[in-house]
C-alpha cells in the first residue's frame, strides 16, 4: 500500500512540474512582449501592410475590436474583397475570386475564425478564455532552440507555438484550419519584433504558407466604428 501511495505521489508531482513548466514559458514569453498588464489594455488593433505573394503586392489591413469585431481588408488588381468575423455572424467577400456578392460564413467556418476577435492574443489569461496549454519540451526550428507547446483552443482547432529560448518570441506556429469542410495544416513564421509606445511586441513580419506579410503601421486603441463589421 505504501509503495502505490508513493507511486501515486510521484505521478501527481510529475503532472504538477509539467503544468508549471507550461506556464513558466507562457510567462517568459508574456513578459518578453511587454507584460500582461500591458496586454490586457489592448482593446483595439488596426495593423496595416503588404502582402508578396505569386509576385504579386497585395494590400492588407486587419482591424480588430476586442470580443466584438474582426475585419480584413485585402486589395489586389483594383479590387477589394473583406473578411469580417463578429460574436455571431461571419461573412466573406473576394471579387478577385469570382464572388458578386458577400457570403456569409458557415456555422463551421465561423467557429474557426472565433479566435480572430482576441486583440490580446490567446495566451494572455488563456485559462480564463477556456484554453488549455501542454508543454512539449524543447525542438529546433531552422538552427534555433525553441520551447514548444500546444495550445488546445476553446472553440478552435489546436496550435503548436514554437518560442525561441534565448528571446522568448515565438518564431513559429503550426495550425490545424478547417475551412468548407477541408482541414489544412498553416505554418507561419514571425519575425522583426517591434516594441510600440504602448509597450506592447509585435511581430511585424509574417511568412504564411501564400506568402510573406511585412507590417508597415500599427494602431492599438484607436477609434474604431463598429459599421466596418457589417457586411
Keep these: 500500500m505504501k ?35 500591458a496586454w490586457r489594455k489592448v482593446n483595439s488593433v488596426k495593423m496595416e501592410g503588404t502582402l508578396q ?19 480584413q481588408d485585402i486589395s489586389i488588381m483594383g479590387m477589394t474583397g473583406y473578411m469580417i468575423v463578429t460574436p455571431t455572424e461571419g461573412w466573406n467577400y473576394m471579387p478577385f475570386q469570382g464572388q458578386q456578392a458577400p457570403e456569409a460564413m458557415t456555422a463551421e467556418d465561423l467557429v474557426e475564425s472565433q479566435e480572430q476577435l482576441d486583440a490580446q492574443g490567446s495566451l494572455i489569461d488563456y485559462a480564463a478564455k477556456g484554453h488549455s496549454v501542454e508543454y512539449l519540451g524543447k525542438d529546433d526550428v531552422d538552427g534555433t532552440e525553441c520551447y514548444k507547446l500546444k495550445v488546445n483552443k476553446k472553440n ?3 496550435e503548436t507555438m514554437y518560442f525561441e529560448i534565448k528571446t522568448n518570441y515565438l518564431i513559429k506556429s503550426v495550425a490545424v484550419r478547417k475551412a468548407n469542410g477541408q482541414e489544412a495544416e498553416v505554418v507561419t513564421s514571425y519575425s522583426n519584433y517591434e516594441k510600440l509606445p504602448e509597450g506592447i511586441v509585435i ?29
Excluded at 6 to 31: M, P, R, W, Y
Design 3 to 37: 509503495r502505490i501511495l508513493f507511486s501515486l505521489l510521484l505521478l501527481s508531482a510529475g503532472f504538477s512540474v509539467f503544468s508549471q513548466t507550461a506556464d513558466e514559458v507562457i510567462n517568459k514569453h508574456i513578459e518578453a512582449i511587454g507584460g500582461a498588464d
Design 53 to 71: 505573394a505569386q509576385g504579386a503586392e497585395i494590400a492588407v489591413v486587419q482591424t480588430i475590436l476586442h470580443k466584438k469585431g474582426s475585419r
Design 156 to 158: 478552435g482547432s489546436p
Design 203 to 231: 511581430a511585424k513580419s509574417m511568412t504564411l504558407p501564400f506568402g510573406e506579410l511585412n507590417i508597415s503601421k500599427i494602431t492599438i486603441n484607436g477609434a474604431v466604428d463598429e459599421a466596418i463589421f457589417k457586411k
